[in-house]
């Protein structure tokens, strides 16, 4: 097993009055040539955005793109028609594809929001673009990991890569190990809230760990802990 830590504050920061974001990832402004990508893995951002601002219409092209809110709700608009609310507890991806232009905003006048944004390169360039949105059930995460998003479930977002998204949060410590779809893949961990430990790595809040080289993943996580693990190829 091969792992590569990347602690909560070694983070690029980003600072816009409106928008406060930490980026584990090259990203904007802040650029660190060993912090490109992990495989397929390009972008996650965890973004705070203040009341009734956002990100205006700009474009994407050939990006799967991952909007997860942890906190208020987001406001989506696109060019093809799309116009949606996407609450806390839902997750949304957008294929970009060949090209799609999309605006993400605060939909609360009262309160922040706060979401993770997700960017996996796609296996395949220039489809047409496309757009898809789940509530999770909070009962099917508790205490195990479930299933968001992959290439081949149907009771999960579909998403243009051989990628595998799990999620869970745990009201009780629990042991359990994550087994890889492909071996030859790598998997990163993303301590949302709480503390894990893994491979002799304590991970706390924010923290994370890029883990290849290993059929399986073993996992002790603690009481009030909310994970997120991204499976992906580790040559894009």
Known sequence: METILHTAN??????HGWLYSRHTFSFADYYNP???Q???LRVLNDDTVAPGMGFSAHPHRNMEIISIPLYGDLHHKDNTGRDAIIKENDVQIMSAGNGIVHSE???NHNRQVKFLQIWVIPKELNIEPRYQQITLDQDALLNQL????APNNPNALWINQDAWFSMGKFSKDTTL???LNNKDYGVYIFMIEGSAQINNFTLNKRDALGVTAT???PL????GAQILLIEVPMVA
């Open 105 to 107: 905003t605060n939909a």
């Open 177 to 179: 190990t994550y087994t």
């Open 34 to 36: 060993e912090r490109m």
């Open 220 to 223: 002790n996580i603690q009481a």
């Open 38 to 40: 992990f495989g397929a």
């Open 215 to 217: 059929n399986t993943i």
């Open 10 to 15: 070694s983070r690029g920061i980003a600072q």
């Open 146 to 149: 479930k299933t968001i998003a």
